[in-house]
């Protein structure tokens, strides 16, 4: 069983910055090809990034790519979200995502490909 821990959120205030982070055991972690979504209120999930279990390829929602940096580190077993400039926009459930093998060539957008989710991390953006 893959488990997913989410930490970072918090509330903050219009133009900050926040980092999101994911962690797995060390066991998995090389195998999952991984992504962060979010979910505001009254909203559907949405793909935020995601990045290949070795780290060569990212991906971003076309609007978040200049504010949103998605890596990993293998020394932590963590996924990272390093989310910059934030708005009120900002403000949902952000969710990490994994993987271990998937259809098309990863890093992947739809949620319904990954298996495995974590509880979901709140950040709030407000003045």
Same mark, same amino acid.
């Given at each position: 069983?893959? %488990?997913? !821990?989410? @930490?970072?959120?918090?509330?903050?205030?219009?133009?900050?910055?926040?980092?999101?982070?994911?962690?797995?055991? %060390?066991? !998995?972690? @090389?195998?999952?090809?991984?992504?962060?979504?979010?979910?505001?209120?009254?909203?559907?999930r949405e793909f935020v990034a995601a990045i290949t279990r070795n780290g060569d390829r990212t991906n971003y929602a076309d609007s978040l790519k200049r504010r949103f940096t998605i890596w990993r580190g293998s020394p932590e077993n963590t996924v990272y979200l390093q989310m910059d400039s934030l708005g009120s926009e900002d403000t949902a459930i952000y969710y990490c995502a994994a993987i271990m093998f998937g259809p098309v060539r990863p890093p992947y957008s739809q949620p319904y490909l990954y298996e495995y989710w974590g509880?979901?991390?709140?950040?709030?953006?407000?003045?």
């Amino acid at each position: 069983q893959v %488990q997913l !821990v989410e @930490s970072g959120g918090g509330v903050v205030q219009p133009g900050d910055s926040l980092r999101l982070s994911c962690t797995t055991s %060390q066991r !998995v972690f @090389s195998t999952l090809h991984m992504a962060w979504f979010r979910q505001a209120p009254g909203k559907e999930r949405e793909f935020v990034a995601a990045i290949t279990r070795n780290g060569d390829r990212t991906n971003y929602a076309d609007s978040l790519k200049r504010r949103f940096t998605i890596w990993r580190g293998s020394p932590e077993n963590t996924v990272y979200l390093q989310m910059d400039s934030l708005g009120s926009e900002d403000t949902a459930i952000y969710y990490c995502a994994a993987i271990m093998f998937g259809p098309v060539r990863p890093p992947y957008s739809q949620p319904y490909l990954y298996e495995y989710w974590g509880q979901g991390t709140q950040v709030t953006v407000s003045s």
